[in-house]
């Protein structure tokens, strides 16, 4: 089973930028497409994005897209989630996960996570 830490979370003023990391370990992250998801505080945890185990398509929720950018480098068994003009509702902890689900949006769905990071805080001032 692959190993996730997040790390890269932080306090930033509304408009600002951040970039998390995943790193995971054992050989298999290159074969597992990967997600982040995020749960504010009182609210159920929410689909961010995704992007496919070659880094060849993404999906993002409506509420970040043209903000965020994930990729990923699999030399590096590393994920990256770009943050880019960041709001006060984007506070929340940023989760990534790893699974083997794609299709039918079934890698926004946490049910279908193989293996979840242990979380990371963001925290957006206004």
């Known amino acids: 089973q692959v190993q996730l830490v997040e790390s890269g979370g932080g306090l930033v003023q509304a408009g600002g930028s951040l970039r998390l990391s995943c790193a995971a370990s054992g050989r298999t992250f290159s074969s597992y497409h990967m997600g982040w998801f995020r749960q504010a505080p009182g609210k159920e945890r929410e689909f961010v994005a995704a992007?496919?185990?070659?880094?060849?398509?993404?999906y993002y929720a409506d509420s970040v897209k043209g903000r965020f950018t994930i990729s990923r480098d699999n030399a590096k068994n590393t994920g990256y989630l770009q943050m880019n003009s960041l709001k006060p509702e984007d506070t929340a902890v940023y989760y990534c996960?790893?699974?083997?689900?794609?299709?039918?949006?079934?890698?926004?769905?946490?049910?279908?996570?193989?293996?979840w990071g242990q979380g990371t805080q963001v925290t957006v001032s206004s």
């Open positions: 992007i496919r185990w070659s880094g060849g398509s993404t």
């Open positions: 996960a790893v699974t083997r689900q794609w299709g039918n949006y079934q890698v926004t769905d946490e049910n279908n996570v193989d293996s």
